[in-house]
């Protein structure tokens, strides 16, 4: 789902300081879509979506709720990384990135259903909500149905091996699986 054009965008004040553009990643005809916030240090490096340690969070979560990657598209709201990961400090990448990459991915995937994970990702479709008010909304914007999430590393911040925001995310994941079904 890259094009030259992607690789080489230059619309932002992120393109100073990236090391490379992180894509999405995935099925290109999945019937889910996950959306992140950016990329961190080691997606940065190897351009792709949830390859450092919030990708192994993720990959665990989904796991739990049965899916694998090779089922699922993966990508994130601004395609980026910020530098000290402080996206909140680059409101024009925020502003700029989705409708360039993000909405036209969307429309090429065409998915039934998008879990935005964490505040940033959830803005696009629930402005204002805070991250624990997220896991409990859903919309239909008409294309698809957006499912609210916490981010994958929301856990990884609280520590331990595996715990209830591990465990919250996972059921955000398991009702966007029966809303597939349904
Ligand atoms: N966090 C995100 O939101 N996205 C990534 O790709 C990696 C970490």
């Known amino acids: 789902r890259s094009t030259p054009e992607m690789l080489a965008c230059e619309q932002c004040s992120l393109h100073l300081t990236r090391g490379r553009v992180v894509p999405g990643h995935g099925n290109p005809d999945a019937d889910i ?34 899916l694998s990657r090779a ?5 994130n709201t601004v395609l980026c990384r910020p530098p000290d990961n402080r996206l909140r400090d680059f ?18 995937v065409k998915p039934r259903v998008v879990v935005a994970m964490g ?4 803005a696009l479709w629930f402005p204002g909500m805070g991250a624990h008010e997220l ?4 919309r239909n914007t008409g294309e698809y149905l957006v499912v609210g999430s916490l981010h994958p590393s929301a856990a990884l911040r609280e520590g331990g091996d595996w715990n209830a925001l591990d465990d919250s995310i996972v059921r955000s994941i398991r009702r966007a699986v029966e809303l597939l079904a349904a």
């Open 33 to 66: 879509v996950f959306v992140g916030e950016a990329p961190g240090a080691e997606e940065d490096k190897q351009g792709q979506p949830f390859v450092g340690p919030a990708g192994r969070r993720f990959d665990r979560q989904l796991a739990a709720a049965g």
């Open 71 to 75: 089922e699922i598209f993966v990508t």
């Open 91 to 108: 409101p024009d990448a925020q502003l700029r990135c989705p409708p360039l990459w993000l909405h036209p991915v969307l429309q090429q």
């Open 119 to 122: 505040r940033t990702a959830g």
């Open 135 to 138: 896991s409990v909304l859903a």
